[in-house]
């Protein structure tokens, strides 16, 4: 039978602590807005489904209905509604978002 150390203990309780407090920090930062500059920039919707596929042509590529920030590599997932993107730095964009970033 293993033992746990008391430095595994602390350990254990310094994580569970900064996890806490990104999960807390997370949930105080702004939705990013429709008319945000970097969000017109780079095409994003708050709903994968209305994108204008004829002016975002990857949106169009095949597999394309299956774009959305859930399904992007760079996403961080806050809970089921919001997550982070590095392209949006200090804001929540939502999980069924969409922008010209999107990467597989
Ligand atoms: Fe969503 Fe990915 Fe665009 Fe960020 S880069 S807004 S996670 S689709």
């Not at 033992?3 to 105080?28: C, P, Y």
């Not at 509604?81 to 964009?93: A, E, S």
């Amino acid at each position: 039978m293993s033992k746990i150390t008391r430095r595994q203990v602390i350990n254990t309780a310094i994580a569970l602590a900064g996890t806490t407090v990104i999960a807390r920090f997370s949930h105080a930062q702004d939705i990013i807005a429709s008319d945000d500059a970097t969000a017109l920039a780079m095409g994003y919707v708050a709903d994968h489904t209305t994108v204008d596929t004829a002016k975002w042509t990857k949106k169009a590529s095949p597999g394309g209905e299956n774009q959305k920030c859930t399904s992007c590599t760079i996403y961080q997932r806050i809970d089921d509604d919001y997550g982070l993107c590095p392209i949006f730095i200090g804001k929540r964009v939502h999980a069924n978002g969409w922008c010209n970033g999107w990467v597989a």
